[in-house]
Structure formats: C-alpha cells, structure tokens
T-cell receptor, first 111, second 111 residues
C-alpha cells in the first residue's frame, strides 16, 4: 500500500471552532488532493496541490483552506466548522502517470 | 451534467453470476481511466486501470470506448467478497491530473 496517512482518524468538534486535518505521505508524489465523501454525492474535490506551496480550489472549497509547506504534508483547515462540514475526508496522492492512492480517511463530526 | 456518471444500483446478483457496470464521461479530453473498489466506511482502492485495447485481471475485464465516451467493468463468477461499491474514475492529461469520480455503483452478491 502507498505510504499515506491521515490524522486524526476521527474527530468531534463544535460549531465555530477551527479544525485542521493532516495528510502525510512517504512516496514523494507531486500531486495531493483532499476530497469529502457524503451520501448521494460521492467523492468531491475540495482542494488540491501540484507542488510545494502550489495549491488550487476544487468544486467544494468554500469554508476550507489548505497549505503545503513540504512535499510530504498537505493540511486541510476548516476555518470555522459548520454542521454541513460533517463528512468523511479523504486525502489522495498521485504522480502524473500513476493512479491516485488514498489515505484511510478522517471522520469528522461537527456538533 | 456530472462529468462522470454511473448507475448507482444496487446490483443484486447471486454468487457465480456475471455482472457488468458502465460509466460515461463528458470530457472528451479525458486520458486516463480507472476502476476503484470501495468497501463500506473504507477508502477507495484501485481495482484496475483501463486501457484503450481493453484489459483483464482474473475475473475482471475493463473496456474503454472513446468514441462513445464510456468505460465498462465486467465481473465474472461473482464472489460474496465482491460486494462493494465500484467507482469509475477519469483523469485529464496535463493540468494537475485531477481524478474525477463517479458516484459509484453498489454491488451486492448473495449466496
């Protein structure tokens, strides 16, 4: 399996608090992605990165920010968590010629 | 119109049956195609890449029809362990090689 880990794996937080999810890879892949998965919607792209300090928005980026200061780490921040951000969050990595590989996911509940 | 469309199912089949899923994509510039498998509450895992000439991996056969912009997955001799959601994924060439996911097709194999 690809070396990709997400932390935390589970989190419960209160509305209005900031939350940061971490994705760490040991594969030295250039591309990293954050998705959320909700019933009826499938996997939707939040943000992605194509290199250190190079990031861009996906289709559901409102309320989220990201940072990539090192090749191996891609952080997703919910600046002020809302109940609509309760979801399962997946990080994925890839190279241009390879399929994407996923972390195990983070289950986030905003109460 | 979603970029990648799949019949959500569920497809409910007996052990030993042959089942086929289709997936259509809207962007003719799509260059890479994959099938992933996702078990309940787990991360998506690569099942197989899809090549222009079609390809087979054991009981699984994938085909690509660029003219009609669809890909297919055929599972022969279904096993109980094949029960899962199957995700169709396409990627453009260039840019940030963002994988775009269908919502998935649910397969239930029963004794």
């Amino acid at each position: 399996d690809a070396g990709i880990t997400q932390s935390p794996r589970h989190k419960v937080t209160e509305t209005g608090t900031p939350v940061t999810l971490r994705c760490h890879q040991t594969e030295n892949h250039r591309y990293m992605y954050w998705y959320r998965q909700d019933p009826g919607h499938g996997l939707r792209l939040i943000h992605y990165s194509y290199g250190v300090k190079d990031t861009d928005k996906g289709e559901v980026s409102d309320g989220y920010s990201v940072s990539r200061s090192k090749t191996e780490d891609f952080l997703l921040t919910l600046e002020s968590a809302t109940s609509s951000q309760t979801s399962v969050y997946f990080c994925a990595i890839s190279e241009s010629t390879s399929p994407a590989f996923f972390g195990q996911g983070t289950r986030l509940t905003v109460v | 119109r979603k970029e990648v469309e799949q019949d959500p199912g569920p497809f409910n089949v007996p052990e030993g049956a042959t089942v086929a899923f289709n997936c259509t994509y809207s962007n003719s510039a799509s260059q890479s195609f994959f099938w992933y498998r996702q078990d309940c509450r787990k991360e998506p895992k690569l099942l197989m890449s899809v090549y222009s000439s079609g390809n087979e991996d054991g009981r699984f056969t994938a085909q690509l029809n660029r003219a009609s912009q669809y890909i297919s997955l055929l599972i022969r001799d279904s096993k109980l362990s094949d029960s899962a959601t199957y995700l169709c994924v396409v990627r453009l060439s260039g840019g940030s090689y963002i994988p775009t996911f269908g919502r998935g097709t649910s397969l239930i194999v029963h004794p």
